[in-house]
Structures are given as C-alpha cells and as structure tokens.
C-alpha cells in the first residue's frame, strides 16, 4: 500500500510539475496596444478583406460546431436555432430569449436554464464563426501591436456584451490583411496569450468568407462543419 501511495504521489507531483513548466512556457503577458486612428484603420483593412459588406447582408447562415452543436441562424429576423442533444431551442440573442421546443417536458427552471445555456453556446460558438466582423461592435477597443516577428497585431477589447466581456484578442493578419490566426486573453482559459489558427476559409454565397478551421498550437481543432 505504501509503494502504491508512493508511486501515485510521484505521479501527482510530476503532472503538476508539467503544468508549472507549461504554464511558464506559453503563459503570455497582455501585451500593451497603440490605440488611434491606425488600429481602426488596420481593423477596417481586415474586414475589408473578408468582405465585410457581404457578411452583413448574409441573411441567413447554418454551421455545426464540433459536431455537437447545430445552428440555423436567421440574420433577418435575429433568431437562432440551436440542437444539441435531445434539446432545440429557438433563441432571440438580442434580448436573452428563447423558447425551448417541447416544453412541456421539463420544469418552469429547466426551461430557463436551457434558455441560458442555449444563450452562452451561440456566444461562444458564433464567436468562432464570425468574429472577425465584430471588431467594430459597440463596446470594442482597439490598438496596434507589435508582435514577436516585428509585424502588427490588431488587438481588440471586448468590455461588454456577450458571455465573458472584458476578453482580449490579437488578429495575426497575413500580407493581404486576412486573419490567419488569434492570440486570446479570455476569462475561460487558463493561459494567457493561447494561439488558434483561422484557417480554411469558405466563401459563403454572400461573398463573405468563414473560417472552418482552428487549430491550437497545431493539434486540436476547434472546427466548424456543415457551414452554409
């Protein structure tokens, strides 16, 4: 029993030793940004080449996320239809309501968590979807700075909205000013400065273009199927 304890301690020990080490190595300092006219205009090339004015007259789009998530988002009319398990539920985003199809088989506070639930999911998952067109949503801050590479970075300020305000961002853009990868400082996670990358883009009927592919550090895919 002692060399069984023994060996799980050292176990335990060595996993948490391996945490530490990460977590010195990738955790990253919030870097200070140059706020002004620059980062809107830097901003404005990056939704530009995205094709901004055709996200916002999209009037309708569809995704799954990670295959366990499934949306028919109607941008006309501002609902969202979200399925995940055996729950569907019709959101309005704009004002935190829903309704929660068959009902009748949960409670009053069932329902209303599913609401919410419903509510949080679409924050997160849409984030994944479009958020490069949303650096200039109401309650955004944006600045410039310089990354590793010497390059410009346009770092965005959420302070309100959504789930998690107060969440940082850095778009890393490629020479045509497209998103190529994020940097996140976000209340969710456990490290500062995590790298997703944006990558295969589809370009939707509308002529806007939606990254299917997040990759972290190369590894896990935060991916986006079914996107129409």
């Known amino acids: 029993m002692k060399k069984t304890l023994r060996i799980v301690s050292i176990v335990f020990l060595s996993l948490l030793a391996l945490l530490l080490v990460t977590y010195l190595v990738l955790n990253e300092k919030l870097p200070e940004g140059q706020s002004g006219p620059d980062a809107d205009e830097l901003a404005q090339l990056m939704v530009t080449a995205l094709n901004k004015p055709a996200w916002d007259t999209t009037k309708t789009v569809s995704w799954t996320f990670k295959d366990i998530h499934d949306y028919e988002w109607n941008r006309e009319v501002h609902t969202v239809k979200l399925k995940w398990d055996d729950n569907e539920v019709i959101l309005n ?11 009748q088989n949960h409670a009053l506070d069932q329902v ?29 801050e944006r600045s ?46 456990p490290i500062g400065g995590m790298k997703f990358s944006w990558e295969n883009y589809l370009t939707l009927p509308s002529g806007a273009m939606i990254a299917q592919d997040h990759y972290l550090y190369n590894s896990v895919n935060i991916d986006l199927t079914k996107v129409r």
């Open 144 to 189: 410039i700075v310089t990354l590793k590479d010497g390059t410009q970075g346009l770092k965005v300020t959420y302070t309100s909205g959504g789930s998690t305000p107060g969440d940082t961002y850095v778009w890393i853009l490629d020479d045509d000013h497209k998103p190529i990868a994020i940097k996140m400082w976000a209340s969710i996670l």
């Open 93 to 103: 985003p704009a004002d935190k309501s829903g309704i929660v199809l068959n009902a």
């Open 112 to 140: 209303n968590k599913l609401i919410n639930t419903a509510w949080d999911y679409f924050n997160n998952d849409s984030f994944w979807l479009c958020a490069p067109y949303k650096v200039f949503d109401p309650g955004t």
